[in-house]
């Protein structure tokens, strides 16, 4: 690593100026802890919000939950929240907090290391070292696309891009455009660019189930009622208890299969093509993959200038798409709907132990963590939406807080008991994610019938979590000293 005269010594380093990173920084400077940096590779802040621009992109939650519980904002435009108003939101909580101020932009980390003998972290970006004692990982898992190794992809003439990098200067207007995927991204997009294009092909390697958006503009006098003192936070108590109690099926699989036959209805009213129907109708149990909501993207797909492959694709030769069944089409476009890094995030592959091994290594049987949060063989180190917290009927913000909360409760006990080093016990560890490995195997995740960003390369479920949110926040409510082992310090810390 580069060496530095007088490198400063922090606190905490938060790698990630995203949603988690931002309210983690809020919450550290309300309890006092001011000696902290936020490392944000790009120049600018918001995460996924910040990097997803494409056509349509929208919150899939409720905008009255889609917010810090502790900035709530009365006046959104609409039930469910665009991703420009959602971005204006994380902008403006941030600078009314004076976060800017404590973000190091275009500082993108390539290598953090603890150093035992130091007793700290030595992050490393492209022209800086940053000291610090605890290092928070706030990178999330929704922001590095998956480019798919497909033979003739890197050789396609036409324009290629991902969805979350949208390239808003090609213009499509009459353009023979691909779509490649059809998860959360590309249901929303498509509907907005199948009016533009001459012809759109839609290469899906497996249907979604899809249920109706109930989405509208949020009159006047809504608004006004919002802003009356306790009915926001009591709309968001309501709202957050309706997906707790959907949440229930993701538990009981024969809940939500009950819940499906809404997502049957929603195919049959909108699709009347029985062989187009057939190809949109999943044979999994809804809630196996991400559930999705729209009411534009099945009229969008009735189009005439609308084909659906029910395929995935197998290769690319000019400019011709070739599908796993033979089809072929000829484009100009090709827009990747392929998602993100989820069971392999790429900040494992920049996270090192004292010996040298990155957190890739040591995850290369599957992702694993104390409470989705701390991590055996990493001190001083925490993850935020780390493994198996993943949820598929709730607000991330009700995940993100709960870990916060948790975080701060192990600073504070470090900053109060003079700790220098706090290491999750190996034992806690392995007891805890046989516990969660065991109570997945009931779930909608494990037993619906599909493949999904759920379940690794292994078959090994790393991303979801098997109990309530409920559960969750109770298990992140203060930080639990006997599963750790702790170190005092020799001088003041903190």
């Known amino acids: 690593m580069t060496q530095q005269a007088n490198t400063p010594l922090y606190d905490v380093l938060i790698v990630g100026a995203g949603i988690s990173g931002i309210g983690l920084g809020i919450r ?75 973000i190091r ?54 324009k290629l891009f991902h969805s979350s990098r949208w390239d808003h200067d090609h213009d499509l207007s009459s353009e023979r455009v691909a779509v490649i995927g059809t998860g959360a991204s590309a249901i929303q997009f498509v509907p907005e660019i199948q009016p533009k294009v001459r012809h759109l092909t839609l290469f ?47 538990r009981k699989p024969a809940l939500l299969r009950q819940i499906q036959k809404l997502g049957e209805a929603h195919i049959r009213l909108a699709i009347k093509d029985p062989a187009l129907r057939a190809k949109l109708t999943p044979d999994y149990t809804l809630g196996c993959k991400r559930v999705l909501m729209s009411n534009q ?47 392999e995030p790429p900040i494992a592959d920049h996270i090192y132990n004292d010996a040298g091994d990155s957190l890739s290594q040591m995850w290369k049987d599957g992702m694993q963590a104390y409470r989705g949060t701390t991590i055996a063989g990493l001190p001083n180190a925490f993850m935020v939406l780390g493994p198996n917290l993943g949820i598929g009927h709730n607000s991330a ?60 390369k292994n078959g090994f479920n790393s991303v979801g979590f098997p109990w309530s949110t409920l559960e969750m926040q109770r298990l992140l409510k203060d930080f639990d000293a006997e599963n750790y082992s702790l170190t005092p310090a020799s001088q003041p810390v903190f």
């Open 297 to 343: 993207y099945y009229p969008a797909l009735n189009q005439d200038n609308v084909d659906v492959f029910a395929t995935g694709l197998k290769a690319v030769r000019g400019n011709t798409l070739v599908g796993q069944d033979g089809s072929e089409c000829e484009v100009d476009t090709i827009i990747l709907g392929t998602g993100f890094f989820v069971t």
């Open 204 to 250: 899906q390697r497996t249907p979604q189930w899809v249920l109706p958006k109930p989405d509208h503009p949020i009159p006047k006098i809504e608004e006004n009622f919002f802003r009356l003192p306790f009915t926001l936070n009591a709309w968001r108590k309501m709202l957050y208890g309706g997906f707790e109690t959907f949440g229930i099926g993701f």
């Open 28 to 102: 550290l400077r309300e309890a006092g802890f001011d000696n902290f940096v936020i490392l944000e590779k790009a120049a600018d802040l918001g995460g996924t919000w910040r990097d997803n621009t494409y056509p349509g992109c929208a919150c899939d939650v409720p905008s009255a939950l889609y917010s810090y519980s502790f900035a709530q904002k009365p006046d959104w435009s609409r039930a469910f929240a665009g991703q420009a108003e959602i971005l204006d939101y994380v902008r403006e909580t941030a600078n009314r907090h004076n976060i800017p101020a404590f």
């Open 105 to 158: 932009f275009n500082q993108g980390v390539e290598r953090a290391q603890w150093r035992e003998r130091k007793n700290l972290w030595e992050v490393q970006t492209g022209d800086q070292l940053y000291r610090a004692r605890t290092v928070v990982a706030c990178s999330g898992y929704l922001h590095e696309p998956i480019i798919p190794n497909i033979p003739g992809l890197k050789d396609f003439q036409g």
């Open 397 to 456: 913000f009700i995940v993100i807080e709960a870990q916060i909360n948790y975080i701060l409760s192990t600073l504070t006990t470090m900053r109060e008991q003079q700790l220098s080093r706090v290491e999750v016990k190996a034992d806690s560890q392995k007891t805890y994610n046989r516990k969660v490995q065991k109570d997945l195997q009931g779930t909608v995740w494990n037993t619906g019938g599909c493949s999904s960003y759920y379940l690794d």
